[in-house]
């Protein structure tokens, strides 16, 4: 798919994508936002300060994709600690997951919010590619998004590093995992365009 992203004069990126790579993105979008869930119930008429010191969980996430956007904060580089260090490393981990989970779920919504409307705000393209163009601020957001996009595939193909992926890319094409992988590497090649964009 040749679809990059380039620098546009004063800030931005834009980036020419067909129909099949709209569809792909939105599509994976949605399915991002549908796994993160719903934020909470909002009432127009009711206090603004109401919802601000709304507890999260405090328990990581079963699903090991939500596992991996929403980490514990506290974990030993090192490996495995000892079962003393380990208790006290869940109950940090507990206590900040239950101020911030809310916030970062949040984010993460918004972000890929903001890739469905910017695609759904693109013209039908038809044959040729519909030129999108994001300001610097919607620039950050698909490079949130696009992040998220790639860490909820890794996961599901249980990608631990970067040399995971590239064996992967050598799959025989009857392999049901071939297309994951061809997203994760797409998603990889956007994600790496938009950085340049964004270095001053």
């Given at each position: 798919?040749p679809g990059t992203f380039e620098p546009l004069p004063?800030?931005?990126?834009?980036?020419?994508?067909?129909?099949?790579?709209?569809?792909?993105?939105?599509?994976?979008?949605?399915?991002?936002?549908?796994?993160?869930?719903?934020?909470?119930?909002?009432?127009?008429?009711?206090?603004?300060?109401?919802?601000?010191?709304?507890?999260?969980?405090?328990?990581?996430?079963?699903?090991?994709?939500?596992?991996?956007?929403?980490?514990?904060?506290?974990?030993?580089?090192?490996?495995?600690?000892?079962?003393?260090?380990?208790?006290?490393?869940?109950?940090?981990?507990?206590?900040?997951?239950?101020?911030?989970?809310?916030?970062?779920?949040?984010?993460?919504?918004?972000?890929?919010?903001?890739?469905?409307?910017?695609?759904?705000?693109?013209?039908?393209?038809?044959?040729?590619?519909?030129?999108?163009?994001?300001?610097?601020?919607?620039?950050?957001?698909?490079?949130?998004?696009?992040?998220?996009?790639?860490?909820?595939?890794?996961?599901?193909?249980?990608?631990?590093?970067?040399?995971?992926?590239?064996?992967?890319?050598?799959?025989?094409?009857?392999?049901?995992?071939?297309?994951?992988?061809?997203?994760?590497?797409?998603?990889?090649?956007?994600?790496?365009?938009?950085?340049?964009?964004?270095?001053?």
């Amino acid at each position: 798919m040749p679809g990059t992203f380039e620098p546009l004069p004063g800030g931005g990126a834009a980036v020419a994508l067909d129909d099949v790579e709209i569809s792909i993105i939105r599509s994976l979008a949605v399915q991002l936002m549908e796994l993160i869930g719903p934020g909470p119930a909002e009432d127009a008429s009711a206090d603004p300060f109401a919802g601000l010191f709304d507890e999260g969980p405090s328990e990581p996430p079963s699903d090991p994709v939500l596992r991996r956007l929403f980490p514990d904060a506290y974990v030993d580089p090192e490996g495995a600690p000892r079962a003393e260090e380990a208790e006290e490393q869940r109950a940090h981990s507990a206590e900040f997951r239950r101020y911030t989970e809310n916030d970062l779920r949040a984010g993460k919504r918004d972000n890929a919010l903001a890739v469905i409307r910017s695609l759904d705000g693109l013209l039908p393209a038809g044959e040729d590619a519909a030129v999108l163009e994001l300001s610097p601020d919607e620039s950050r957001q698909w490079l949130g998004a696009l992040n998220d996009l790639r860490l909820a595939i890794g996961s599901r193909l249980e990608i631990s590093d970067e040399d995971d992926g590239d064996l992967l890319f050598h799959l025989p094409a009857e392999d049901p995992r071939k297309p994951m992988v061809m997203a994760y590497l797409w998603l990889g090649g956007l994600q790496e365009a938009l950085v340049a964009t964004l270095m001053p």
